[in-house]
Protein backbone atom coordinates (compact mmCIF):
# COMPACT_ATOMS: atom_id res chain seq x y z
CA UNK A 1 0.00 0.00 0.00
CA UNK A 2 2.94 2.14 0.80
CA UNK A 3 3.73 2.57 -2.75
CA UNK A 4 0.48 3.30 -4.01
CA UNK A 5 0.27 6.16 -1.27
CA UNK A 6 3.70 7.59 -2.51
CA UNK A 7 2.77 7.05 -5.67
CA UNK A 8 -1.09 9.07 -4.79
CA UNK A 9 1.25 12.09 -3.11
CA UNK A 10 3.71 12.43 -5.96
CA UNK A 11 0.89 12.77 -8.84
CA UNK A 12 -2.09 14.28 -7.08
CA UNK A 13 -3.89 11.30 -9.27
CA UNK A 14 -7.56 10.06 -7.69
CA UNK A 15 -7.40 6.33 -6.21
CA UNK A 16 -9.37 5.46 -8.78
CA UNK A 17 -6.16 6.23 -11.29
CA UNK A 18 -3.47 4.52 -9.16
CA UNK A 19 -5.55 1.69 -8.55
CA UNK A 20 -6.09 1.30 -12.07
CA UNK A 21 -3.00 1.86 -13.24
CA UNK A 22 -1.61 -0.92 -15.49
CA UNK A 23 1.97 -1.84 -17.01
CA UNK A 24 0.61 -0.89 -20.08
CA UNK A 25 1.05 2.56 -18.64
CA UNK A 26 4.35 2.80 -17.77
CA UNK A 27 6.88 3.18 -20.35
CA UNK A 28 10.31 2.40 -17.98
CA UNK A 29 12.64 2.55 -21.45
CA UNK A 30 11.58 6.14 -21.83
CA UNK A 31 10.81 7.28 -18.57
CA UNK A 32 6.80 7.87 -18.70
CA UNK A 33 3.73 7.01 -17.16
CA UNK A 34 0.20 7.56 -18.90
CA UNK A 35 -3.26 7.71 -17.21
CA UNK A 36 -5.09 6.36 -19.77
CA UNK A 37 -8.69 8.32 -20.66
CA UNK A 38 -10.40 5.56 -19.20
CA UNK A 39 -9.02 6.77 -15.81
CA UNK A 40 -9.24 9.82 -16.00
CA UNK A 41 -12.54 11.67 -14.34
CA UNK A 42 -12.61 14.30 -17.58
CA UNK A 43 -11.62 11.48 -19.77
CA UNK A 44 -8.60 13.29 -21.76
CA UNK A 45 -5.35 11.15 -20.82
CA UNK A 46 -2.19 12.55 -19.68
CA UNK A 47 1.45 11.34 -20.09
CA UNK A 48 4.29 12.63 -17.35
CA UNK A 49 7.58 11.95 -17.15
CA UNK A 50 9.15 10.44 -14.34
CA UNK A 51 9.74 12.89 -11.53
CA UNK A 52 9.75 12.74 -7.40
CA UNK A 53 10.50 9.54 -7.12
CA UNK A 54 8.14 7.64 -9.08
CA UNK A 55 10.94 5.97 -11.09
CA UNK A 56 11.97 4.25 -7.82
CA UNK A 57 8.30 3.37 -6.94
CA UNK A 58 7.38 1.96 -10.22
CA UNK A 59 11.20 0.14 -10.58
CA UNK A 60 9.86 -1.70 -7.33
CA UNK A 61 6.60 -2.03 -8.16
CA UNK A 62 8.08 -3.81 -11.46
CA UNK A 63 10.41 -6.17 -9.26
CA UNK A 64 7.16 -7.42 -7.83
CA UNK A 65 5.05 -7.65 -10.81
CA UNK A 66 3.69 -11.12 -11.58
CA UNK A 67 2.75 -12.11 -14.84
CA UNK A 68 -1.18 -13.17 -14.17
CA UNK A 69 -1.37 -9.18 -13.36
CA UNK A 70 -1.70 -6.32 -15.09
CA UNK A 71 -1.78 -3.85 -12.04
CA UNK A 72 1.09 -1.95 -11.39
CA UNK A 73 -0.05 -1.42 -7.47
CA UNK A 74 -2.19 -5.02 -6.40
CA UNK A 75 -2.48 -7.31 -3.30
CA UNK A 76 -0.45 -10.56 -4.20
CA UNK A 77 -1.65 -10.85 -7.99
CA UNK A 78 -5.01 -9.09 -6.93
CA UNK A 79 -6.96 -5.60 -7.89
CA UNK A 80 -6.71 -3.21 -4.75
CA UNK A 81 -10.26 -2.52 -4.28
CA UNK A 82 -10.60 -0.52 -1.17
CA UNK A 83 -7.65 0.36 1.67
CA UNK A 84 -10.06 2.63 3.44
CA UNK A 85 -9.61 0.29 6.69
CA UNK A 86 -5.45 0.22 6.18
CA UNK A 87 -5.67 4.25 5.43
CA UNK A 88 -7.63 4.26 8.89
CA UNK A 89 -4.83 2.42 10.91
CA UNK A 90 -2.38 4.35 9.05
CA UNK A 91 -3.42 7.80 9.73
CA UNK A 92 -4.51 6.45 13.47
CA UNK A 93 -1.05 5.37 13.67
CA UNK A 94 0.93 8.58 12.82
CA UNK A 95 -1.28 10.66 15.12
CA UNK A 96 -3.36 12.55 11.98
CA UNK A 97 -6.59 10.79 12.05
CA UNK A 98 -8.93 13.05 9.66
CA UNK A 99 -6.53 12.97 6.91
CA UNK A 100 -8.34 11.63 3.92
CA UNK A 101 -6.77 9.95 0.83
CA UNK A 102 -7.47 12.74 -1.27
CA UNK A 103 -5.73 14.79 0.74
CA UNK A 104 -2.47 14.02 -0.88
CA UNK A 105 -4.10 15.48 -3.90
CA UNK A 106 -3.97 18.84 -2.26
CA UNK A 107 -0.53 18.16 -1.09
CA UNK A 108 0.66 17.74 -4.53
CA UNK A 109 -1.03 20.45 -5.81
CA UNK A 110 0.69 22.98 -2.63
CA UNK A 111 3.84 20.88 -3.64
CA UNK A 112 3.81 21.95 -7.28
CA UNK A 113 2.91 25.51 -6.09
CA UNK A 114 5.27 25.84 -3.78
CA UNK A 115 7.80 24.49 -6.03
CA UNK A 116 7.10 27.39 -8.65
CA UNK A 117 4.72 25.77 -11.20
CA UNK A 118 1.90 28.01 -12.71
CA UNK A 119 -1.37 27.02 -11.52
CA UNK A 120 -2.73 25.92 -14.95
CA UNK A 121 0.13 23.72 -15.34
CA UNK A 122 -0.28 22.21 -11.99
CA UNK A 123 -4.05 21.45 -12.51
CA UNK A 124 -3.14 19.60 -15.68
CA UNK A 125 -0.45 17.77 -14.05
CA UNK A 126 -2.25 16.54 -11.27
CA UNK A 127 -5.17 15.94 -13.53
CA UNK A 128 -7.66 18.56 -12.42
CA UNK A 129 -9.84 20.69 -15.34
CA UNK A 130 -10.69 23.90 -15.92
CA UNK A 131 -11.27 26.86 -18.75
CA UNK A 132 -7.88 27.86 -17.52
CA UNK A 133 -6.30 24.91 -18.17
CA UNK A 134 -8.33 24.09 -21.67
CA UNK A 135 -6.70 28.10 -22.60
CA UNK A 136 -3.15 26.82 -22.11
CA UNK A 137 -3.63 23.70 -23.87
CA UNK A 138 -5.18 25.86 -26.61
CA UNK A 139 -2.52 28.45 -26.64
CA UNK A 140 0.83 26.16 -26.34
CA UNK A 141 -0.07 23.28 -29.33
CA UNK A 142 1.11 19.77 -28.01
CA UNK A 143 4.56 20.47 -27.20
CA UNK A 144 4.54 23.21 -24.39
CA UNK A 145 2.28 21.39 -22.23
CA UNK A 146 4.91 18.27 -22.58
CA UNK A 147 7.90 21.02 -21.74
CA UNK A 148 6.21 22.45 -18.75
CA UNK A 149 5.41 18.63 -16.94
CA UNK A 150 8.72 18.17 -17.53
CA UNK A 151 9.49 21.26 -16.26
CA UNK A 152 7.16 21.08 -13.42
CA UNK A 153 8.62 17.52 -12.52
CA UNK A 154 11.88 18.53 -11.86
CA UNK A 155 10.92 21.64 -9.86
CA UNK A 156 8.78 19.04 -7.91
CA UNK A 157 11.93 16.58 -7.48
CA UNK A 158 14.09 19.62 -6.38
CA UNK A 159 11.11 20.66 -3.84
CA UNK A 160 10.66 16.73 -2.77
CA UNK A 161 14.70 16.40 -1.99
CA UNK A 162 14.09 19.11 0.45
CA UNK A 163 11.63 16.71 2.17
CA UNK A 164 8.16 15.45 2.77
CA UNK A 165 6.15 17.18 5.23
CA UNK A 166 6.19 15.27 8.38
CA UNK A 167 2.48 14.24 8.20
CA UNK A 168 2.82 12.70 4.81
CA UNK A 169 6.30 11.51 5.43
CA UNK A 170 4.59 9.58 8.62
CA UNK A 171 1.59 8.49 6.75
CA UNK A 172 3.48 6.76 4.17
CA UNK A 173 5.68 5.25 6.88
CA UNK A 174 2.84 4.29 8.91
CA UNK A 175 1.12 2.36 6.06
CA UNK A 176 4.62 0.42 5.13
CA UNK A 177 4.05 -1.43 8.67
CA UNK A 178 0.34 -2.34 7.92
Known amino acids: ?34 MRSELSKNKEPITLPFFAGIEEILQRRHGLRRAECPFVFHRNGRPIKDFRAEWAKATEAAKRTGLFVHDLSRSAARNLSRAGVHETVASKFVNRQDAGNLQALSSGGQRRPAARWRSAGRLLERRRKGGQSRASRTVIQAVSTQ
Not at 7 to 18: D, K, N, P
Not at 21 to 29: A, C, N, P, S, T
Open 1 to 34: MADLIEFLYSTGWRVSAGRGLEWRDVDLIHGTVT
